[in-house]
């Protein structure tokens, strides 16, 4: 499985991006697909995850109400619409699968993309 992340830029405050990632082959509807960041001398961090099959969606506290992950199971494609970004969302954002089911931990996922630059200026 091949996962391709794109979609990360420079944008001001307030302003939005949306990520895509396409992944190769097939997804089972038991898996999850997540989207995690890591900025400087940071661990990589949770963001939103969704489960394949019925779509159910999970959010870290931080982005709330101003992300939204979805998913397009016809083009095997997960998004992150980011809105209201703020210079603490600066990261490298990288879409993961998780074969196995729901996970918030960065090691129990299968499959990573390469990931993207997300730069929030203020």
């Known amino acids: 499985v091949q996962l391709q992340a794109s979609g990360g830029g420079l944008v001001q405050a307030g302003g939005s991006l949306r990520l895509s990632c396409a992944a190769s082959g097939r997804t089972f509807s038991s898996a999850v697909m997540a989207w995690f960041r890591q900025s400087h001398a940071k661990e990589r961090e949770f963001v939103a995850a969704?489960?394949?099959?019925?779509?159910?969606?999970y959010y870290a506290d931080s982005v709330k109400g101003r992300f939204t992950i979805s998913r397009d199971t016809g083009k095997n494609t997960v998004y992150l619409q980011m809105d209201k970004l703020q210079p603490e969302d600066t990261a490298t954002y990288y879409c993961a699968k998780n074969r196995g089911g729901l996970s918030f931990s960065s090691t129990e996922y299968d499959d990573w993309g390469q990931g993207t630059q997300v730069t929030v200026s203020s």
């Open positions: 969704i489960r394949w099959g019925v779509g159910r969606t």
